[in-house]
């Protein structure tokens, strides 16, 4: 009989603490944190410094005005925030369905008050 030690990381929604569950895997097969962060990035988590949030539990900000919110991501899209970054981004799919609100760090979000303005600054760049 041999043993190995390993190192296993696990990551945790910081507002429910859900475990983060790679599609189809009872746990993700990772080998370092950073590959951890970025499986559960592409999965529709918030990964940002010390805080990661589930697609349940997004925070997002407005990058104009400074309203906050918590919310599922579908619900985000649904009541009108959108990316506040220039140019189109690729739509990101959570379960069965295509999103096109994105996360990564220092892009930012506009509120559903704020939208219409970041969409006439990308009209006028393009």
Excluded at 4 to 18: A, N, V
Excluded at 43 to 66: A, F, I, L, M
């Amino acid at each position: 009989m041999s043993f190995r030690k390993s190192t296993r990381y696990t990551l945790k929604c910081d507002t429910c603490r859900q475990p983060y569950r790679q599609e189809g895997a009872a746990r993700p097969a990772v080998d370092t944190k950073q590959s951890l962060l970025d499986r559960a990035t592409a999965d529709d988590w918030q990964t940002s410094g010390d805080h990661q949030y589930c697609p349940e539990h997004w925070h997002v900000t407005c990058r104009k005005c400074g309203q906050s919110a918590v919310a599922p991501l579908n619900r985000l899209e649904q009541a009108g925030w959108v990316n506040a970054v220039p140019g189109p981004l690729s739509a990101r799919k959570y379960g069965d369905v295509r999103h096109d609100l994105t996360y990564a760090p220092g892009w930012g979000f506009a509120c559903p008050q704020c939208a219409p303005w970041y969409e006439q600054m990308d009209k006028e760049k393009h």
